[in-house]
């Protein structure tokens, strides 16, 4: 008697928490979706754990701004990794600035590519064609034949970034689907 009412109640609260999750299930597809990003990632090597930014222009204002940036640490490691900056939803940039780097003690820095995303369409800036797409700054040493930038400090000043040529405007009105 004791096997039959434990197997009973083993049966029914199997279905009760099978049923249970069907509808934790129709919940979560009930969900709206959120609207697409726009992406920066760069596939780099940093081998010293660092604090990367990315600072972006839009429509609405002409410089760049510590109020329109995205930070990411990235640990140190002598691996490529993929580090990615998500602007806020609804902001389509017209420039982006990309600073490598915020530690003085830093190691040369590789850059394997850059990669732009929005709505599914992307825009990938390999090796060979970063300089052609983006200039070092005056605290950045950037050897095209190994995709290294070497950062350095001037007159108590370490402030290595990168900003965009003029190419990449028109890569960027392809990418979001009108003009800049």
Do not use: H, W
């Not at 800036?125 to 034949?145: G, L, R, S, T, V």
């Amino acid at each position: 008697m004791k096997t039959k009412l434990i197997l009973t109640l083993l049966f029914f609260s199997t279905i009760f928490i099978s049923c249970k999750n069907d509808k934790k299930d129709e919940a979560a597809d009930l969900e709206v979706p959120k609207a697409n990003t726009f992406d920066v990632t760069v596939d780099m090597v940093v081998k010293k754990d660092d604090e990367l930014i990315l600072f972006y222009k839009d429509q609405s204002i002409n410089y760049f701004d510590d109020k329109n940036t995205v930070y990411s640490g990235v640990k140190g490691s002598e691996v490529s990794q993929k580090v990615t900056f998500s602007i806020p939803e609804g902001v389509l940039p017209n420039d982006i600035r990309f600073d490598i780097s915020s530690k003085k003690e830093q190691q040369p820095i590789k850059i394997n590519s850059i990669t732009l995303s929005f709505e599914g369409r992307q825009f990938i800036i390999d090796q060979m064609n970063f300089e052609k797409f983006f200039k070092a700054n005056e605290y950045i040493q950037y050897d095209a034949a190994t995709a290294t930038a070497t950062c350095t400090e001037k007159n108590g000043i370490y402030d290595p970034y990168f900003n965009t040529n003029p190419p990449i405007y028109f890569e960027l009105e392809k990418l979001l689907g009108r003009p800049l």
